[in-house]
């Protein structure tokens, strides 16, 4: 991945006045101690926090180390004042972690009373509006807190994504597509900056790439990847120059900003005037770790980069498409998997899958398009089936009135055959059917869900909490009622 974050991440330690400073720089050094060896470099800040002043002067020490990520560890009691000032004045995420106590026989000289702390930190923080990553049980050894800010390095690698992010869009959302047409005022609260283009931007400068020298040796790497899938060669040499049109753009647009994220046109008009369809290449940046969004989905191409922050692989979107049918689940499902058919569906679109991510794979042309255009106008997409495993299945959105709200769903994907066409695969996720009904269907979410192979929902969710996302949906145990759900039904 070459557009993501490197976290430098950087540890101060905290005392009250009326503590003993070197309870908790001890408690520090042996925190770093424990991480060091099974996490990596952390950058142990020699100056202990107990007033502003010290914490002007750690300031400075974190600026000149580099660091990009900090972690406020408690390691007794904490003074409120300078330890949130510290948060609010360092440029990048923080976490706050405590020490547990280590020794019954020591609760006398040595009980630092972080427990308490924390308590203390965290009503500073609202009061000052401060959004920092606290775990779930923020009080530990010191090889637990270790474990905890190793939870956070994601986090915070998202965040500073995020901040550093430039998302570019080419043309209006198709017609009859406003569920991917949503306020862009949220991204901008985000941190994050969008450049919209006009698809004659685009057009113009993909014909400007006309016989790029370049060009043959794209085309050699396709060939490599697609192997025997390689059943539309004739197209090749177009949809290199189209990939070497992005990345010239995003090398000369993103300006001042690190990381890039496209949200790209594709239909209706894309497929006569440049030739072919964009689903192909589209898939090849996004392995890269620079995800493109199918239909200008500006939310989506905003998830799509928060699941590579997170997952450091490649990620998908796809479209929450359609159900299993009950035969094919009665023969293929039913009883080898425990699902019930409300908890499957089929995630679909129409080649933007990495091939890093499909079963196998061939280029072919877009099915849907071609029953009203020349086929030969539809080349372009890498179909398969997804390969079956573990995936998290979640999205970033602004409402129609300009609200952040997300989902999250942990599941997998079935080693099923689809019998269908695109990029697709059989979905299952524990309660589904609650799911679908009363978070994306009651809360508006469009059909795009951005998808990560492996199980991160713990991450995600502690970013779309530090993002401060209020409402944040996610698949519901049996028991556990919707606000909306019918109790009698």
């Known amino acids: 991945m070459n557009n993501v974050p490197e976290v430098k991440i950087g540890i101060a330690a905290v005392s009250r006045d009326c503590f003993p400073m070197s309870l908790s720089e001890r408690r520090r050094k042996e925190l770093v101690e ?26 400075a020490e974190l600026k000149e180390a580099g660091c990009n990520a900090l972690v406020v560890f408690l390691g007794n009691f904490g003074p409120e004042s300078s330890e949130t000032l510290l948060a609010k004045y360092f440029d990048g995420p923080v976490m706050f972690v405590a020490a547990a106590e280590e020794h019954g026989d020591s609760l006398l000289d040595d009980r630092g009373d972080a427990y308490c702390g924390m308590l203390n930190a965290s009503y500073n923080l609202k009061l000052r509006e401060i959004n920092v990553y606290i775990p779930e049980y923020p009080v530990g050894t010191a090889a637990e807190c270790a474990d905890m800010i190793a939870e956070f390095i ?36 985000l941190g994050v900056e969008i450049q919209e283009n006009s698809e004659l931007d685009l057009f113009e400068a993909f014909n400007n790439h006309a016989k790029d020298e370049r060009i043959p040796a794209v085309v050699k790497e396709m060939q490599e990847e697609l192997g025997a899938g390689n059943k539309k060669p004739e197209i090749l040499e177009k949809l290199a120059q189209y990939e070497l049109t992005l990345l010239d753009w995003v090398e000369k647009n993103k300006g001042s900003r690190e990381y890039v994220a496209i949200a790209g046109k594709c239909w209706p008009a894309f497929q006569t005037q440049f030739g072919f369809v964009p689903c192909y290449v589209n898939s090849r940046l996004t392995a890269k770790g620079i995800p493109v969004s199918c239909e200008v989905d500006i ?53 933007n899958t990495p091939s ?49 709200r997300a989902y999250v769903a942990e599941g997998e994907v079935l ?17 589904m059917g609650r799911f679908y009904r009363h978070v994306l269907i009651q809360k508006n979410y469009p059909h795009h869900g951005a998808v990560a192979f492996g199980h991160f929902g713990k991450t995600i969710f502690e970013v779309f909490k530090y993002l401060g996302v209020e409402d944040i949906g996610f698949n519901q145990p049996k028991g556990m009622l919707y606000k909306t759900e019918n109790p009698y039904a």
């Open 356 to 404: 890093c991510k499909l079963a196998s794979c061939e280029m072919r042309n877009q099915k849907i398009m071609a029953r009203s255009l020349p086929e030969e106008k539809t080349n372009g997409t890498l179909e398969g089936d997804i390969a079956a495993g573990k995936i998290t299945f979640f999205r970033l959105q602004s409402s129609a009135d300009a609200k952040l």
């Open 34 to 59: 424990a991480y060091r060896p099974k996490y990596g470099d952390i950058y142990e800040c020699p100056t202990v926090i107990e007033n502003e002043l010290h914490m002007k002067k750690a300031l």
């Open 415 to 431: 080693p099923v055959a689809t019998r269908s066409f695109g990029g697709i695969g059989v979905f299952a996720i524990p309660e």
């Open 299 to 351: 939310y989506g191409a905003l998830s799509e980069f928060i699941g590579t922050c997170v997952s450091l692989d490649a990620v998908t979107l796809l479209d929450i498409n359609n159900s299993v049918p009950v035969d094919m689940y009665e023969s293929e499902i039913k009883g080898k998997y425990n699902y019930t058919l409300k908890d499957t569906f089929m995630g679909f679109h129409c080649g």
């Open 154 to 189: 994601p986090i915070a690698r998202t965040i500073i994504g995020l901040r550093n992010l430039k998302i570019i869009s080419f043309g209006p959302r198709p017609q009859d597509f406003l569920a991917c047409n949503a306020p862009i005022k949220q991204l901008y609260n």
